[in-house]
């Protein structure tokens, strides 16, 4: 149960991080208005760079649309990455790269969703095999650390703990 906290409390560092970023914005009509102290005004077919909270409340109201790119080609792309790489390599995915995807999962049609869904299941069991391999083998060096997200980060962490402790009860400390 700590280990799940562990995770969601790397997954909420990074989702607000995520929701501190400037995304594009193209106002639908006129506002002029405050989100949570934060003071917006625009007129229809202007476009701002705003915080994506922001972003989102606004588009939420009606007043704009976030204007995002899809995540499909970047998920096709690290899924084929991933697969190109030996079972002890990772491909590089950005820090917040499962929290994009989800927030592009929540807002895409249950269609594209279920799609979308199938191809992330794919990637996080591979990645999830790698890490794995890489707990057993030996300490993550440099060069993998920088390649894990937040969430891998945490679980390798976890994993690497339980590994440890495994092996020292198993072997009596001997190993």
Do not use: C
Not at 25 to 32: E, G, K
Not at 158 to 170: G, P
Request: proline residues 2%.
């Amino acid at each position: 149960m700590a280990e799940a906290a562990r995770i969601s409390s790397a997954q909420k560092a990074g989702r607000a991080g995520y929701d501190l970023e400037d995304v594009k914005v193209t106002f639908t009509a006129d506002i002029s208005t405050s989100v949570s102290g934060t003071d917006v005004s625009g007129r229809e077919g202007d476009v701002l760079n705003l915080p994506r909270w922001v972003a989102r409340a606004l588009e939420e109201g009606g007043h704009a649309r976030v204007d995002e790119p899809s995540m499909e080609p970047e998920l096709k792309q690290a899924i084929s990455k991933e697969n190109g790489l030996d079972d002890y390599q990772l491909a590089s995915l950005d820090d917040h790269f499962y929290v994009r995807v989800q927030a592009h999962l929540e807002r895409a049609p249950q269609q594209k969703r279920e799609e979308l869904g199938s191809m992330l299941n794919s990637l996080v069991r591979s990645r999830v095999s790698k890490i794995a391999r890489l707990v057993i083998s030996s300490k993550l060096s440099a060069t993998n650390a920088e390649k894990l997200t937040i969430e891998e980060r945490s679980l390798y962490e976890q994993m690497r703990a339980s590994h440890d402790e495994f092996v020292a009860h198993a072997t009596g400390g001997a190993a």
